[in-house]
């Protein structure tokens, strides 16, 4: 167990060192006001900081200084808070709460909520274009922006946004439910990973070796999602349990059963695991986050 | 008037380029057909295609190759393309047309709008950052991104949309009016400037010196829409005449006369042209479409 407990504290201090460095990138800026409320609104109202985690996680399991991945783990955190923002539109999910809290258009209005969704999503190519370090080439900075574009963009996240959306009024295969969450949540989730290793200067073969390693991280995450909604204590996850059912989404355990679900997410991890044993890196800290994503309680 | 009959030749064959590239990016992506039609329709439903070709006027001005400029000009007019798309939106300008055509969310409904408009943001950077020709190098093509970034995000065109949105309930000052209008167009009118001199190899002092010429032909342009809202034949411009006037708009011939606006229309333009005769390239073209702005129909 001391292994969990140390990935877990991990977690719990990075998550502050991107709180503390997130909303600096905005603050000192000089624009509208209330431009700069709604954004910071949405970057600082929480979350578990996973996807910047994760890229100061994979630097660590290659011996580099964490710190040349703030720029990049914060970028990606305003691209998942923009995708937030955007999702909880009245057109999009018509959602008036996030965490807890008021969604952004709910406080700041639906024009501003879209402005403010545009101005994260363009800012956080500069938080790229313009790392100071000299260990980070021009080449990776580029190949930085052009693997984040596929991500979250037509290729990944908003592609799969799209999917979602037309899946909503059909029961989905397991390949439908599959594409969803791979370019829905787990694109950016692999990119997290891809940018740790670009910037700790991997190869090529070990960058794809770690693209298989998240995209296994990725599905196993979503089937966890999916197994909570029907066994999870709904204080700890934030929202009714059972809702899934309630609004008839498609779900692993409804295709597979809540055992065949629970099989598939211990496979997922097994792959996951196996394609990082192939790694000359130290892997247990990604392998404790594979093990607090396959058991989290939240 | 030679001289005004080759720019506007150079305008329509260069906008035919632009054009027939433009499809190309997105056409040839495996991602969902609804999400692809949504940003093709808007990409195809014509206009000036003023800024990619500004990108191809500059580059020529400096003695190089346009086709250095495509991919740049085109993730230009993508970020174009997503901003008109956004403000049509119900929540911010709410309109039904846009050159005649219904809007991309009267077509595709509201919540494709937002992603199409996401997805195209998304994508122009990847324009840029695989970019693929010997004379552009890493550091251009991060300059180019940077630059963007400033130019299309919050410090610029999002953030001079937001002071639009905020100004619309009351009547502004010459000041106020100008801010709005260098961030909401000019920023962007700008970068296409900038971003063909950065590509032709352009020295900081070049640069700064287009600043200076595009800050004034961007105005320049603003105030000819004001004045065309005031005496332009409504079937050339394309929306009624007047408009301005009945949506209590501030405007410059509301804020000037119609006399005064017109002077400072000449007086922009020649501040423009006074910073392009300090530079050491072909000026011609740069100076015939200070001309065609000036006088503009539509």
Same mark, same amino acid.
């Given at each position: 167990?001391?292994?969990?407990?140390?990935?877990?504290?991990?977690?719990?201090?990075?998550?502050?060192?991107?709180?503390?460095?997130?909303?600096?990138?905005?603050?000192?800026?000089?624009? %509208?006001?209330?431009? +700069?409320?709604?954004?910071?609104?949405?970057?600082?109202?929480?979350?578990?900081?996973?996807?910047?985690?994760?890229?100061? *996680?994979?630097?660590?399991? &290659?011996? +580099?200084?964490?710190?040349?991945?703030?720029?990049?783990?914060?970028?990606?955190?305003?691209?998942?808070?923009?995708?937030?923002?955007?999702?909880?539109?009245?057109?999009?999910?018509?959602?008036?709460?996030?965490?807890? +809290? %008021?969604?952004?258009?709910?406080? &700041?209005?639906? !024009?501003?909520?879209?402005? *403010?969704?545009?101005?994260?999503?363009?800012?956080?190519?500069?938080?790229?274009?313009?790392?100071?370090? %000299?260990?980070?080439?021009?080449?990776?900075?580029?190949?930085?922006?052009?693997?984040?574009?596929?991500? !979250?963009?037509?290729?990944?996240?908003?592609?799969?946004?799209?999917?979602?959306?037309?899946?909503? #009024?059909?029961?989905?295969?397991?390949?439908?439910?599959? &594409?969803?969450?791979?370019?829905?949540?787990?694109?950016?989730?692999?990119?997290?990973?891809?940018?740790?290793?670009?910037?700790?200067? !991997?190869?090529?073969?070990?960058?794809?070796?770690?693209?298989? &390693?998240?995209?296994?991280?990725?599905?196993?995450?979503?089937?966890?999602?999916?197994?909570?909604?029907?066994?999870?204590?709904?204080?700890?996850?934030?929202?009714?349990?059972?809702?899934? #059912?309630?609004?008839?989404?498609?779900?692993?355990?409804?295709?597979?059963?809540?055992?065949?679900? #629970?099989?598939?997410?211990?496979?997922?991890?097994?792959? !996951?695991?196996?394609?990082?044993?192939?790694?000359?890196?130290?892997?247990?800290?990604?392998?404790?986050?594979?093990?607090?994503? *396959?058991?989290?309680?939240?």
């Amino acid at each position: 167990m001391t292994q969990v407990i140390s990935t877990s504290e991990f977690l719990s201090t990075r998550k502050q060192t991107i709180e503390s460095a997130l909303p600096d990138y905005i603050q000192s800026l000089s624009i %509208p006001e209330s431009l +700069k409320e709604s954004m910071l609104y949405s970057l600082e109202a929480g979350g578990k900081r996973l996807r910047p985690v994760l890229v100061l *996680a994979t630097l660590s399991s &290659f011996g +580099k200084s964490e710190s040349l991945g703030i720029p990049v783990g914060c970028a990606i955190e305003m691209i998942h808070t923009y995708s937030l923002i955007h999702d909880d539109l009245p057109c999009m999910d018509d959602d008036d709460l996030r965490r807890g +809290k %008021p969604t952004n258009h709910k406080v &700041f209005g639906e !024009a501003l909520a879209v402005l *403010a969704g545009d101005g994260l999503l363009t800012q956080s190519f500069q938080l790229i274009s313009t790392i100071d370090h %000299p260990e980070v080439t021009a080449e990776m900075k580029l190949q930085l922006i052009t693997e984040l574009v596929d991500a !979250a963009g037509i290729k990944g996240m908003v592609g799969g946004q799209v999917a979602d959306m037309e899946g909503e #009024k059909k029961s989905l295969s397991l390949e439908e439910l599959e &594409f969803i969450h791979e370019h829905k949540t787990g694109k950016l989730l692999e990119y997290s990973i891809i940018a740790g290793a670009i910037l700790a200067g !991997a190869s090529k073969e070990e960058i794809e070796k770690l693209r298989e &390693f998240s995209f296994h991280l990725g599905l196993a995450f979503q089937i966890r999602d999916d197994i909570l909604d029907i066994e999870g204590d709904q204080e700890k996850i934030g929202k009714p349990v059972g809702s899934d #059912k309630e609004n008839e989404k498609t779900t692993y355990p409804a295709l597979l059963t809540l055992e065949g679900a #629970k099989e598939k997410l211990v496979t997922h991890i097994q792959l !996951a695991k196996m394609n990082l044993h192939q790694l000359l890196i130290t892997t247990t800290l990604l392998e404790g986050l594979c093990d607090l994503i *396959a058991m989290r309680d939240h």
